[in-house]
C-alpha cells in the first residue's frame, strides 16, 4: 500500500475563468455613461449588445461586396450570395442542423413564428383540432396561433405555469390530446428566465402525433441549441438577442415539414416559374424567403456567431451562471422584494418586484444611477396576470455583465427605498 | 437631472402612498376608463358636472407613483372649475411636461411637481394618462347619473 501523493498539475489547464474584462473591450457600448455613472446594461433580454465585429462585417459589406444576392451573374452578387449563404451554413452548423437547407432566414423570431404558424398551422389544422401553448408565452408565440386559430376553427389550450415557476408537466398530460396538433413554446421564459425541459415535452407531445415549435429568443445566446438532441420540430430565434443585428433571424424546420408547407409571403426569390395563370415555388429554403432579404444584416448576424463560437462555452455559461447566482442571492437579501422563479433552473434573467412599488417606478431610479433594466409586461400579459402583477423588473444578464454591475444594481435597489419608502 | 429626488418630489410621494379623492363617485353623471397599456397603469375617472363646472370628481385604480399622484393632484385641482379653465390647465399641463413651456398661469402652482417628467420621455404618459382621461369624460357621453 502506498501513501497516496498529491500531484500539483505540472502547469495550469487553460484558464478556467472567462476573462470578461476582455469580452468587454469588443464592445464600445459598455463604456458609455448614463445620467453620469458608469452604464450597467443589464436589458440584454430585450436585444444585446453588438461587438466591433459585427459592426466592421456589416459596415465592410456595405462598403465593399453589396450587391443583391442570389439574382446577378456579376461578381459582386455572387461574392455578396456567398457570403449570405454562408451564414446559413453557420446557423446550420451552430443548431446541429442535419441539412443547412433546412434554414429559413427570416426578420426575427416574430416574423418566424408568423411563418410557421400560418404556413404549417393553416396547412395542417382543422376545426376542433387544438394548439397548445403556454401561460409563459411572449405575445408573439400567442398572437400569431390565435390568428391562425381563427382561421382554422382550431381551438388554443395552454398548460399552466406553477408558482414555483415552472411548466405544469401534470397537467400536460392531461392537455395532450388526440387532437393535439401542435404544441408552441418558449425554450426560456423572457420573464422568468426558466429553461422548459424541451425533450421531454417534445418526446409527450410527439407521442400523440403533435409537432413542436418552439421560440428560442431568449435561449440561444445562453444555452448549446441542438435541434436534433431538442427533439423539436421548429426552432425560431433572433440574431440581435445574441449579439447580431436587429432586422434578422431565422427558422430551422424539418426538411419534410417544410417541404410540405405553402408559401408565406409571396414576391421575387421564391418562384421557380410565373405566368398569369400559374406560379411554381422555389424548393426550400427560397420559397420562404421572399424579397430582397436585409443582406448586411445577415453577414452582420455571421460576424456574431463567429464571434460566440470563438468563446469557449463552458466558460461563458460559467461566467453566466454565476452572476445569475449573485445577483438572486444580493436580491434576497433585500427587505420586502418578491423574486420569482428563484428555485427554477433559469438562464440570464432574475425578474422581481419591490412591494409597494411599481416596476416602472424602479425602472426609473435605476436608469438614474446608469442601471438599464426592464420593467413591465415584457409582451407576456397572460403570466403577469398568473402571478397577480401589473409587472415586473427584468434584469437580463449577457456574457459582458459583471458582478460590479450587479452591485450598482443592488445600490439603485437601496436607493428607491429609500425614496419610495 | 441625476437625482431621484427631483423627479420624485415629495408632494408626488405623498399623493402616490395617500391619494385624494381616491373613492367610488356617488350620482357620477361621467365615468371613463384611462389605461395604459405599455405599463399597465389603469385608473376609472368618475365626475358629476354641474352645468359647466366639475361638480365632484373620483378615481380609483393602480399604477405608477407618477400617474397615480397625477390623477390625485389633477382631482383636486379641477374639483368647482369650468370646462374652459379645466381645458386651459389641460394645456398648459401639456405643454409642461413635454417641454414646450414652463408651468404658466393658467396651471394650479402644485402641478408644477410634474416639471422634471420632462426629462423622462418614457414617462410623459404616465403623467398625461389622468389627463386624456379627463377630457374624454368631459367631452364624451353622459352616463345615467349614479351607474358609476
Not at chain 1, 342 to 367: N, Y
Not at chain 1, 382 to 392: A, Q, Y
Not at chain 2, 21 to 36: P, T
Amino acid at each position: 500500500m502506498t501513501t497516496p501523493t498529491l500531484h500539483p498539475p505540472a502547469e495550469p489547464a487553460a484558464t478556467p475563468i472567462f476573462d470578461v474584462a476582455r469580452a468587454r473591450r469588443d464592445f464600445p457600448v459598455l463604456q458609455e455613461r448614463v445620467h453620469g455613472k458608469a452604464l450597467a446594461y443589464l436589458d440584454n433580454g430585450a436585444s444585446s449588445q453588438r461587438p466591433r465585429v459585427v459592426v466592421e462585417a456589416e459596415a465592410d459589406y456595405a462598403l465593399r461586396e453589396h450587391a443583391n444576392v442570389h439574382r446577378g451573374v456579376h461578381t459582386l452578387s455572387q461574392r455578396a450570395t456567398a457570403r449570405y449563404d454562408s451564414v446559413r451554413e453557420s446557423l446550420g452548423a451552430f443548431l446541429n442542423a442535419p441539412d443547412a437547407n433546412e434554414v429559413i432566414v427570416t426578420a426575427g423570431t416574430t416574423a418566424g413564428l408568423n411563418l410557421v404558424a400560418a404556413s404549417h398551422g393553416r396547412r395542417v389544422l382543422k376545426p376542433g383540432d387544438e394548439i397548445l401553448l403556454t401561460e409563459m408565452e411572449h405575445h408573439s408565440n400567442i398572437v400569431p396561433w390565435q390568428l391562425t386559430a381563427q382561421a382554422t376553427g382550431a381551438v388554443i389550450r395552454v398548460i399552466p405555469v406553477t408558482e414555483a415557476g415552472t411548466l405544469d408537466l401534470v397537467a400536460l398530460e392531461h392537455l395532450l390530446t388526440p387532437r393535439t396538433r401542435i404544441v408552441a413554446l418558449t425554450h426560456v421564459s423572457n420573464v422568468l428566465g426558466t429553461v422548459n425541459p424541451l425533450r421531454h415535452i417534445a418526446d409527450r407531445a410527439h407521442a400523440v402525433g403533435a409537432v413542436v415549435v418552439v421560440d428560442g429568443a431568449q435561449a440561444t445566446a445562453h444555452l448549446p441549441v441542438d435541434v436534433q438532441a431538442l427533439g423539436c420540430d421548429f426552432y425560431v430565434a433572433s440574431a440581435h438577442k445574441m449579439y447580431g443585428p436587429t432586422g434578422v433571424g431565422f427558422v430551422w424546420g424539418r426538411r419534410a415539414l417544410l417541404d410540405a408547407m405553402p408559401p408565406w409571403q409571396g414576391g421575387g426569390g421564391m418562384i421557380q416559374s410565373v405566368t398569369f395563370e400559374e406560379t411554381t415555388y422555389a424548393p426550400v429554403p427560397a420559397r420562404f424567403e421572399a424579397g430582397t432579404p436585409p443582406i448586411a444584416q445577415v453577414v452582420g448576424f455571421g460576424a456574431a456567431l463567429e464571434y460566440l463560437g470563438g468563446l469557449d462555452r463552458g466558460q461563458v455559461d460559467a461566467h453566466e451562471a454565476d452572476l445569475l447566482a449573485y445577483a438572486t442571492e444580493q436580491l434576497l437579501h433585500l427587505p420586502r422584494v418578491r423574486v420569482f422563479a428563484a428555485t427554477a433552473k433559469r438562464v440570464s434573467v432574475l425578474s422581481f418586484t419591490l412591494d409597494g412599488i411599481h416596476p416602472h417606478d424602479v425602472g426609473t431610479v435605476l436608469d438614474l444611477h446608469g442601471v438599464a433594466v426592464r420593467a413591465s409586461h415584457h409582451c407576456a400579459q397572460p403570466l403577469m396576470r398568473r402571478l397577480g402583477v401589473p409587472g415586473t423588473v427584468r434584469a437580463s444578464f449577457g456574457l459582458y455583465n459583471t458582478r460590479n454591475e450587479v452591485d450598482a444594481l443592488i445600490e439603485g435597489l437601496r436607493e428607491v427605498r429609500q425614496v419610495f419608502g | 437631472m441625476t437625482d431621484a429626488s427631483e423627479l420624485y418630489q415629495s408632494l408626488i410621494l405623498d399623493h402616490n402612498r395617500a391619494p385624494r379623492n381616491f373613492r367610488v363617485l356617488e350620482h357620477a353623471d361621467r365615468r371613463v376608463e384611462g389605461y395604459n397599456p405599455l405599463c399597465g397603469d389603469h385608473f376609472t375617472l368618475q365626475l358629476r358636472l354641474d352645468g359647466d363646472r366639475i361638480g365632484d370628481v373620483a378615481f380609483q385604480g393602480s399604477g405608477c407613483a407618477i400617474s397615480k399622484a397625477s390623477v390625485s393632484l389633477m382631482t383636486m385641482a379641477v374639483k368647482g372649475k369650468t370646462i374652459e379653465e379645466v381645458d386651459r390647465m389641460f394645456d398648459s399641463f401639456h405643454r409642461m411636461i413635454v417641454g414646450q413651456g414652463g408651468p404658466d398661469a393658467d396651471l394650479p402652482p402644485k402641478l408644477a411637481v410634474f416639471a422634471g417628467v420632462r426629462e423622462f420621455p418614457s414617462r410623459v404618459k404616465c403623467a398625461s394618462l389622468a389627463w386624456h382621461a379627463l377630457k374624454s369624460a368631459i367631452h364624451g357621453e353622459a352616463v345615467e347619473p349614479g351607474a358609476g
